[in-house]
T-cell receptor
């Protein structure tokens, strides 16, 4: 079963705008990760945030984590057409399985 | 450094048949996880292998089985294929305690 739920399911923006995607999960976690997938291919790891962290940055990416609300957000600043992809959050706890949400499909129009 | 590779890329089978999918892990990674991704959904965890032993399993029936070899490559076997088994099968390799997983490009399985 899937752990997380991403919101929105789909997002369409213009190049240069910021994109914000949210993820909610149900059980306690060790880490939360965000992955990107282009056109049904393999996933690419973007960023990991640990349960004791609240915010993390990597280039144009900013991730926040609120464990009290069991939610996370991914912000992509100054988006580019090449950012068009599906974005997934994934959580892991203590039983070695990583649980993914259903993803947000981001379209960045040039 | 060689990335994760999977074979075959695409596969078409009929209901009731058996299939074997293969995965070569990234150099130095001794943990391999398998996922099933249905169209429009996120990946669902099937199982994980660490040093040739199953190290965790998701909610999949026993007809989904796996192997890991001494070189850390892995196989996913699915018996008695059903139409709902049609999906993209992803494998990912990692190192214990480093949670980032490196994914292969996937095998697209179609069951007719």
């Amino acid at each position: 079963s899937q752990q997380g739920e991403e919101d929105p399911q789909a997002l369409s923006i213009q190049e240069g705008e910021n994109a914000t995607m949210n993820c909610s999960y149900k059980t306690s976690i060790n880490n939360l990760q965000w992955y990107r997938q282009n056109s049904g291919r393999g996933l690419v790891h973007l960023i990991l945030i640990r349960s004791n962290e609240r915010e993390k940055h990597s280039g144009r990416l900013r991730v926040t984590l609120d464990t009290s609300k069991k939610s996370s957000s991914l912000l992509i600043t100054a988006s580019r057409a090449a950012d068009t992809a599906s974005y997934f959050c994934a959580t892991d706890s203590n039983n070695n399985d990583m649980r993914f949400g259903a993803g947000t499909r981001l379209t960045v129009k040039p | 450094e060689t990335g994760v590779t999977q074979s075959p890329t695409h596969l078409i089978k009929t209901r009731g048949q058996q299939v074997t999918l293969r995965c070569s892990s990234q150099s130095g990674h001794n943990t391999v996880s398998w996922y099933q991704q249905a169209l429009g959904q996120g990946p669902q965890f099937i199982f994980q292998y660490y040093r040739e032993e199953e190290n965790g399993r998701g909610n999949f029936p026993p007809r989904f089985s796996g192997l890991q070899f001494p070189n850390y490559s892995s196989e996913l076997n699915v018996n008695a294929l059903e139409l709902d088994d049609s999906a993209l099968y992803l494998c990912a390799s990692s190192i214990p305690y480093y949670n980032e997983q490196f994914f292969g490009p996937g095998t697209r399985l179609t069951v007719l």
